[in-house]
């Protein structure tokens, strides 16, 4: 058996409150990706395709 702490400590909670984390704007993330001479969409298919998305 596992022996815990009788108190645990966070140093932060996220919450997906009504899908405030899930969308955000990507103009900078679109600027960035324009400014080191990629697509557009290129950093988010290179995500997508590590986690074995579409």
């Known amino acids: 058996m596992i022996d815990l702490p009788a108190v645990r400590s966070f ?17 900078e993330v679109h600027r960035r990706e324009a400014a ?7 950093l ?6 590590a986690a074995g998305g579409a």
């Open 36 to 42: 080191a001479g990629r697509e557009v969409g290129d």
């Open 11 to 27: 140093d932060a909670v996220l919450c997906d409150l009504d899908n405030v984390v899930r969308f955000f704007d990507h103009t």
């Open 44 to 49: 988010r298919a290179a995500l997508a395709g």
